[in-house]
């Protein structure tokens, strides 16, 4: 019953199903060029709500509602739900996820938490600890910018090493089996590895691409590690939100431990916004970036066959606004799920 | 290899050991009532640190640290790390665990953590995922009242429903083997009850207690429903935080259901200190009160074999400061884990 490989790894004797998905988005996403492929985007970025905190709880509840819907599957259904968000206190999740009553695990490793929480969910199933979980994160632009960069009205210019914090949730339900009835499961999870926190010391947080990127290369790195494989063997390997600066930092640092991942390399944030166009500069981020993006584009894509087998790899950057005021660094945390068709 | 049972519950087909665990927490505390029992208490409040945030991931640094040291297991035996304080972003955890460069999962239950991170780390060594792994959480009292309650300086009488946030940390090491040559593991895991958000539309951040006791009724009761047992099957039950007021709930709550537990009803924050002398009005809280207790005091109990079997559940209360200025209610979650002599 050994499941555990390598240094951080899981291989999954009985692999776990994505059952199925959901992804909402708000209006900036949604004129993307992803933006065609979300299930709902909000016709405003207040989704009907007060303040910006409650208008990110929707996005959950939206989300996990519409994933419970389109597989079939009622509240009660569900043994689990490992969700989080990159509020203080995690209040998106909290506000979020009570409307349906089931027992919740809440995580946090800030833009990587949709691997944390994929990675979590299967473990339960896995482990015979659950019949099916939801795993689901969020962000929002406006709340972001209020927890982190507050005040807002500064009128300053953003650097162009600097992301745009994605205002959309992602919600997967997971389960042991492959689904009936004509109805498949969306993919299928096969492998696990959880990173660890990397510091380079670096503190610029208008730069989070490159403090994220040394978690990233040091989680891909034990990956190959821990599997013995190599960047062939996936057919694409998609960071969350490292952008167009951390894209450049992970293939280099890779290059240096003896992988070249340039061929395979995707990164989130650098699909759901045009740059140019949209003026995000180095990309999207955010808890919800990678969630909405694996739910709308990267599932289909593995789904309709184009792929076989993709390294997800959502990256956080681990700072608050306390630790960026007192001068602290910010690390990195990279966690790395395998998804292969089924 | 169905592991689940009931709505909410998880039964271990084999039991998991708290291998070793340890306690390190501030001046107060170390003058209270458990003061004589736990491994380290500082010389003062910063613990050598430049600011409460610093203190406190040295708190988890040093829990680890010494949990480690008295298993003589080293960083690189552990398998992963399941981590959490109540600070914005967790980022005593990010900065605290970072040292051990061990994959970490960062969870979030407010003063539950606790419990989530040690049924967690038990569903991980059950499943087979990890050979071991370490679970902690922290809290500090400056760093709390900053991030909840800042501007501190205010001089405002605290109500006496207020609880007053342990300065501590709680590490403990998990494990399948229950030890070896004459070191025996300290206690087992034997089954888990995962809690859910309920929210009674209170919304006193001065009397957590009251906010978070009905969550803690839910989950005893759903407890004793999966597991078709009755409060005398447990020498005691044992809450995180929910000082005087909250345990008064917690009683009335459950005697409308049908269950008398106060007999068997303990909460750690009424045990850590001595509120008519130390000033601390309706108890201790936060996610270091419930770990610190734990490991100083309820394994202390087991190993002498004092009690045989105890439901320890970590009680959170889930707010930010954004959330009760914008005048949301504070809901609650508790996680119970049923922690037995070996």
Chains 1, 2 share one sequence.
Request: hydrophobic share 40%; net charge negative; with cysteine.
């Amino acid at each position: 019953m050994n499941q555990k490989l390598g240094r951080a790894s899981i291989r999954l004797e009985q692999p776990v199903y994505i059952i199925e998905s959901a992804s909402i988005v708000g209006t900036k996403e949604g004129e993307g060029p992803l933006g065609l492929l979300f299930d709902r985007v909000g016709k405003e970025d207040m989704f009907g709500c007060k303040t910006w905190e409650e208008a990110e709880s929707t996005l959950q509840k939206e989300a996990v509602g519409l994933a419970l819907d389109k597989a079939a599957l009622k509240p009660e259904d569900i043994s689990y739900v490992f969700a989080g968000d990159l509020l203080g206190q995690s209040m998106a999740t909290s506000f979020g996820i009570s409307t349906y009553q089931v027992p919740l695990f809440g995580v946090y490793g800030a833009c990587s938490t949709c691997g944390e929480s994929l990675t979590l969910g299967a473990m339960s199933i896995a482990g015979g600890f659950a019949d099916k979980v939801v795993c689901v994160t969020s962000s929002h632009f406006a709340s972001a910018e209020k927890e982190f960069r507050f005040p807002l009205d500064y009128g300053n210019q953003r650097p162009l090493s600097a992301t745009w914090t994605v205002t959309g949730s992602g919600a997967f339900v997971l389960g042991g089996e492959k689904g009936k009835s004509g109805k498949k499961a969306r993919a299928r999870i096969s492998a696990m590895t959880v990173g660890k926190v990397v510091d380079y010391g670096l503190k610029d947080s208008m730069n989070m691409g490159a403090c994220m990127a040394p978690a990233a290369a040091s989680t891909v790195e034990q990956h190959f590690i821990d599997f013995a494989s190599q960047p062939e063997d996936y057919d694409k390997i998609i960071t969350g939100d490292l952008g167009k600066v951390g894209q450049r930092v992970l293939i280099d640092l890779l290059r240096k431990k003896g992988y070249d991942i340039s061929e395979q390399h995707m990164d989130c944030g650098l699909e759901i916004f045009d740059a140019q166009s949209q003026d995000t500069h180095a990309g999207g981020s955010g808890c919800g970036c990678s969630a909405v993006t694996l739910s709308a584009y990267i599932l289909k894509q593995l789904q309709e066959g184009n792929w076989k087998k993709v390294l997800f790899l959502p990256t956080g950057a681990l700072l608050s606004k306390t630790s960026f005021n007192e001068g602290m660094s910010v690390p990195g945390i990279a966690h790395g799920v395998v998804i292969e068709t089924i």
